[in-house]
């Protein structure tokens, strides 16, 4: 074989050694890929299912699947523990959101209801942070339960607080959130308890 055949040879063997790794590559991403979303879609169906025990499947659903952990989660205890802490969260962010409009409003009929709101939502926020925690990974479910059913009241006492006052409130949005983050949370936590 001439040496210019023989350099054609080693150059289209390479050439297909080449093609055969990106074939090999390319299978493996597909695989990938493929068994990311079969696990997405048992994930989702795991929340689905767990959701279902609960009294509003759907908020179940649409509070849990907005958070990137529950795709993690395999038990009802990680679904629950996930949920609280999404409570918790919605508890500080809306604390801090009232606390600012509260700012602006000092002195006036609003910042007084504004002031009820941010007591409600600054106890809620106690509970959840520390005390729900710590009864939840003790399995004191039912006592994590009633936090969570005290810290739902949080979005009602703000919303009376402007009713009291005769004026529409500028935080209905984020007090639904909390009483839905809340009730969800709540719900998931009760199928822990012992029946």
Avoid: W
Wanted: with cysteine; net charge negative; proline share 3%.
């Amino acid at each position: 074989m001439s040496s210019h055949a023989l350099q054609q040879h080693k150059v289209c063997k390479l050439h297909t050694s080449t093609m055969a790794r990106a074939a090999t590559m390319s299978v493996l991403m597909a695989l990938v890929v493929l068994a990311g979303v079969s696990s997405a879609h048992a994930d989702a169906g795991f929340i689905s299912r767990t959701c279902n025990k609960t009294r509003n499947p759907s908020q179940c659903v649409a509070v849990l699947s907005a958070d990137p952990h529950s795709a993690n989660a395999s038990t009802e205890h990680d679904l629950a523990s996930i949920a609280l802490q999404i409570a918790a969260d919605t508890a500080d962010h809306n604390g801090e959101v009232i606390g600012d409009l509260s700012k602006n409003s000092q002195g006036t009929p609003e910042g007084d209801a504004l002031g009820v709101c941010l007591g409600a939502y600054a106890d809620a926020a106690m509970d959840l942070d520390i005390d729900g925690p710590t009864g939840f990974d003790g399995g004191d479910y039912a006592g994590t339960s009633k936090l969570l059913s005290s810290a739902k009241d949080a979005g009602d006492t703000c919303e009376n607080a402007f009713k009291g006052i005769g004026k529409r409130s500028p935080v209905t949005d984020i007090d639904r959130q909390m009483t839905e983050r809340c009730g969800v949370a709540g719900d998931l936590v009760d199928l822990l308890i012992p029946k």
